[in-house]
């Protein structure tokens, strides 16, 4: 690893070359067979078992920093490399060798009237920087998918898990080698300067799109400085609208699950939405198991004359992602007033009607303008496992490019292609 | 149409105001049945056809003007509205209306081990903004193919084509009328203010893409001050590259039309790679077909010594769209040293190989990092009609999203569904 630069020239520079090298890698992995992308994977999935006691010898150096520099207890846990979590960083290298690889895939290919063969083939983007917070497996996690997908990355960390981050890159060049690879396919940002941030997020020579994984402000921040395109996950503030023509059962149940299943998750319900008729009989009982599993409840007048215990929701409740044990919730004349509130205060992550009447679920499932529209189901399923991906980079909640779960597919483009003989255009 | 804002804190309310009211009718374009849309696009183009005297009335305003300001004859020509381009106009709307609706097509339907059923279907982007030159045939075109689409425009056009532009937009807006779609649906923006592009393109909460269409100037301004994001075009810098493999006759056939077909496109041949093997054979002849066609060659030293009334190629050769009868040409050593010098040198636009060998054009088509990569092609087929996309908005080279031709599918995106019955995260 490079030494650390000290001066803003100096960061400049380092970046720069960083780009250089990760551009010239990222041509390689592009070309790169199957076969090697997976050898890579697996070499590396070995490395980070066989070096597991160095991993927890260098994270245990970021863990003791972090109680030193007073790090919150949340902010240490996920900072924590456990040997669990150290095997399954490894683990999740083998599965992302065990997906299909997307690049060089063909679809529609199709003669035209010219005589020409048009098709679209499957492509890496080229160089991903991925610039995430305190949890060191997601540059495990992140390399691997990049690389999988044909695609060089450059990742920067949150600098209170720089040690253990320098360890697993290390444990992932040392893959990459052995497969033959170019190890510059995935380079660490090895300073804690800030300003190698602002240096990332527009070198549009060199690098092709940012993925920021984190809180909402490093994610806002990064998306307002940013010229490299980014795909971006803000909020999840998530809706369940129980419609009058639900069936009360299956209403209560997804409405549960969607809340309790986890707190802090972006695809956990933050505001129920109950049609008036159905208020009345669905309402208390739910309110009653969602009190006995401490849950919060926040209400509209009409949610607390059913609910007395309900404390009064204000307009501030309808947009906050709670992230914990609070729901708001809403009694709504009809199916159109939900979508209304929907789309003033969803921010466009994932809705769930709980309906038997197809019409409402078809309407529902049309004219919701989220990443993922769910009928009758939690919307504790917006996940790229749930999904069949395999494994996710994260959550677009943008409408270019990948919306919703980002799996391989997201890290790669499309390109066109023409087959033709000699043929010329009259 | 709204009285032309004045002042800087009219023109800000003023768009404020036009980004709204297309919010609000994206949303119903949205749920728009396939039918009403092509009712549109057809009362469209009878309102265009029954308004042509009236249309080259407005144009012979814009025509009169601009000959005043002094407008270049190129200028001008693209400005004035023949009759012939009215009644094109016409059916260039017909045609939009005889597409497929992308909009609500599902793909990748599968059932999951959770038990939940999730696919992907196809939705609008929402708001779509038009920005453009002095071709006023563009507000129709963009206009049917963003309607077609299920989305809301906001077009503004140059300010030497105001009138034309004005007038166009009133037929398309009595087709939306007709079909009881709202008139909100099309916008032009009314102001020849240059603050209102300002305005336009950093609206993110009632904008979601940017089309821009004109000069590279225009192209890059908006690109660099946008917030909202653009799916551009900047330039075509396009490759033919012949294989030492080649067929002589396909290569110069395939080379004379890349470059000849048109000389004003953006995917027309800028620079012709050749290897060295098949230099002697195939550069002489071409070159003399070349001279006949009154293109000027500009060589490096290898091709001068082979055709010695070639004129000196430097570096700002390699980088140059020259959009005329003027052509680079450079002899090198074999496929990677072409592949080499279109990694460096192309825009991304084009690229065409001509050759017999399998692998090699196995390599070119997977290597070639272009929004259309071609074999024994012109160059000249990279275009949505040929594509058979139906119609274009533009042709990007970007890498995210949409590449290359975009048409109808390049103005939605997918979000995921999921159908369950009840079901919920164990």
Redesign the interface.
Known sequence: MTVIAETTQNIREYMTTLGRKARSAG?AM??AETAAKDRALAAMADAVDAQAARLAEENARDVAAGRERGLDAALLDRLELTPERVSAMADGLREIAALPDPV?AIDDL?S?P?G?H?GR?R?P??VIGIIYESRPNVTADAAGLCLKSGNAAILRGGSEALHSNRAIAECIRAGLDTAGLPMDAVQVVDTTDREAVGHLITMTENV??IVPRGGKGLIERIS?DA?V?VIKHLDGVCHVYIDDAA?P??AI??A???KT?RYGTCNTMETLLVADSAAEGILPPLAERFRLAGVELRGCPRSRRLVPTMSVATDDDWGTEYLGPVLAVRVVQDLDAAMEHI?TWSSGHTE?I?TQDWSRAQRF???V??????????T???DGF???LGAEIGIST????A???VGLEGLT?????????????G
Not at 398 to 401: T, V
Not at 413 to 425: E, T
Request: proline fraction near 3%; charge should be positive.
């Open positions: 041509r592009a070309r060089g199709r035209r010219s020409i048009v083939m492509v983007l080229g092709d799109v307002r010229s395109p069936d059962e299956k149940a997804v549960f699950n969607a299943h789309n769930s709980v499932l049309r004219e303008d989220s990443s993922s529209v769910m009928v009758n189901a939690s504790r399923f917006a749930e999904y069949g943008d409408k270019l490019h919306r919703g779960p483009s499309q390109k066109w292609i023409v087959l033709g003989d000699g043929h010329v255009r």
